[in-house]
C-alpha cells in the first residue's frame, strides 16, 4: 500500500535519539530548549514552547490569551477537530466560518461578512484561530488587518505548515499573530513521534505557556510567593498540565530540522509534478496563491462528490492509500449537539464531500506516483 503520508526517519535521526538513551536525561531536559531555540531561529520569532502535541499546543495558546467561559473562538470547519476542541476546553464557545473555494483557507470574504454582522449583535469573537490548510498559509495580511479593526486575538494553526512562507515571510515568524502552533506527528513535515510547538513574539504568553504545560509550576526563586523558601522549593502558581515534550523527541526533531527545506523542496517537486500528470482528469487540482510557498503536507485533489466514494474504494483496493482531509468539523455529532446544522459553511460542506488525498512524502518515488494517478484515472473514467 502506498500510504498518504509517513515519516522518514534516518540513521542520523536514530543516533541522534540513542544519545539521548544512553544519557542522563530522558524527559524534559536540555535538550528540550536546543529544540525550541532551533525553531524559533528557524521560523524568526523570539520564542517556542515545546509540548507533546499540536492539541496542547493549541490549548496553551487559548488559555495565554485569557479565552474562557462567555468568549467565543472562531476557526473553518476544514481542520482536524482539535483546531476547534482548543476553545471548548477552556469553556468557551466556537462558530465556524466558511473556506474559499479557489484555496480552501479561510474566506476573507465570509469572515470579514461574519465579523461586521457579530459586531452589531456584540458578539464579537476573542480569538481567531486560521488554518493554513495541506500547508499553505491564510492571507495573513488581511487577517491581521481585520484583528486591528475588530480587536480579536490571532493564533494561526500551522500544524500543516512548517517550511512555509508568506509573502517570503516564514509561517511561525507570529508577523502577523499572537502565536503560531507546529504539529510533529509523524505525517507531516518533520517528526518528534508526537510533539508540538507553539511560537510568539510576545514574553508574557511564552512564559503562561510555559509555565502551563508543567502543571502550572514555577521553580524561579525570584517569582516565588516564599522569598524565605530553600533551594529545593517549588510553587504551583496556576492549574496547569502534563505537556512536557521529552528530551527523547526533542533530539529526533534537531535532527529531522536539518532535512526541512529539503524535504519541502521535494514535496514541492512532487506536487508539481502530480499538476502535469492530472492534467485532463475531471478533478480539481489544489491551486496555491503568488504570496505562498506551501510546505505541501498534503496534496488534495476534489472529484465529484457522486463518485468519491467508489474512487476512494477503487484506488484502496489497487494499493494507494488515499485519505480524505476533512470532514467539516460543524457536522460533528459532538458539534451537531451544539446546535450547528447543514448550511453554515456550504463551500465547506462542498468541500467535504468531494476532498481526496493524495499520498505525498518525500520518500515517494516517481513509479509510486504513476502508480497513484494511473489508479485515479482508472478510478474516474473507468
Known amino acids: ?22 544519557s542522563e536525561w530522558l524527559t524534559q531536559g536540555p535538550t528540550v530548549p536546543c529544540f525550541e531555540e532551533a525553531i524559533a531561529h528557524y521560523s524568526g520569532a523570539r520564542y517556542a514552547v515545546a509540548v507533546n502535541s499540536a492539541t496542547s499546543a493549541l490549548h496553551l495558546a487559548c488559555l495565554a490569551l485569557g479565552l474562557g467561559p462567555g468568549d467565543r473562538l472562531w476557526t473553518v470547519p476544514n481542520t ?15 462558530d465556524f466560518i466558511d473556506i474559499d473555494p479557489r484555496t480552501w ?69 507570529c508577523r502577523w499573530s499572537d502565536i503560531t502552533v ?26 503562561r ?24 522549593a517549588y510553587e504551583q502558581h496556576e492549574l496547569g498540565f502534563n505537556y512536557r515534550l521529552t528530551d527523547i523527541q526533542a533530539a529526533l526533531g534537531l535532527s529531522q530540522l536539518t532535512r526541512l527545506d529539503t524535504w ?42 457522486e463518485h468519491r466514494r467508489a474512487v476512494f474504494e477503487s484506488m484502496r483496493s489497487a494499493g494507494v492509500g488515499v485519505h480524505v482531509h476533512y470532514l467539516p468539523v460543524h457536522l460533528q455529532p459532538y458539534y451537531r449537539g451544539l446546535g450547528f446544522e447543514p448550511g453554515h459553511c456550504p463551500e465547506a460542506e462542498a468541500y467535504g464531500t468531494e476532498g481526496l488525498t493524495l499520498p505525498l512524502y518525500p520518500g515517494l518515488t516517481e513509479a509510486d506516483q504513476d502508480q497513484v494517478v494511473s489508479a485515479l484515472a482508472k478510478a474516474l473514467l473507468g
Open 1 to 22: 500500500m502506498i500510504q498518504y503520508g509517513k515519516q522518514q526517519i534516518s540513521a542520523a535521526d536514530i543516533d541522534a535519539v540513542v544519545k539521548i538513551l544512553k
Open 80 to 94: 482536524f477537530v482539535a483546531s476547534a476542541n482548543c476553545a471548548r476546553y477552556c469553556g468557551a464557545d466556537i
Open 105 to 173: 483557507n479561510i474566506s476573507i470574504t465570509a469572515l470579514k461578512d461574519r465579523l461586521i454582522e457579530a459586531r452589531q449583535m456584540g458578539n464579537l469573537p476573542k480569538v481567531l484561530c486560521p488554518v493554513h490548510f495541506a500547508g499553505q498559509a491564510a492571507d495573513q495580511e488581511a487577517i491581521a488587518g481585520l484583528a486591528e479593526e475588530f480587536g480579536f486575538r490571532v493564533i494561526e494553526d500551522a500544524s500543516h505548515a512548517i517550511g512555509a512562507t508568506r509573502s517570503g515571510e516564514r509561517v511561525g515568524s
Open 182 to 207: 507546529f504539529s510533529f506527528h509523524p505525517v507531516k513535515i518533520i517528526t518528534t513521534g508526537e510533539g508540538g510547538m507553539a511560537l510568539t513574539n510576545q514574553p508574557d504568553l511564552a512564559e
Open 209 to 232: 505557556m510555559a509555565l502551563l504545560r508543567t502543571h502550572g509550576i514555577n521553580k524561579d526563586h525570584a517569582k516565588m510567593w516564599d522569598q524565605n523558601a530553600g533551594p529545593w
Open 264 to 305: 519541502v523542496m521535494q514535496r514541492q517537486s512532487l506536487a508539481e509534478r502530480y499538476d502535469i500528470l492530472l492534467d485532463g482528469l475531471p478533478c480539481q487540482r489544489p491551486t496555491v496563491s503568488a504570496e505562498n510557498r506551501s510546505a505541501w503536507h498534503l496534496y488534495v485533489i476534489r472529484v465529484a462528490a
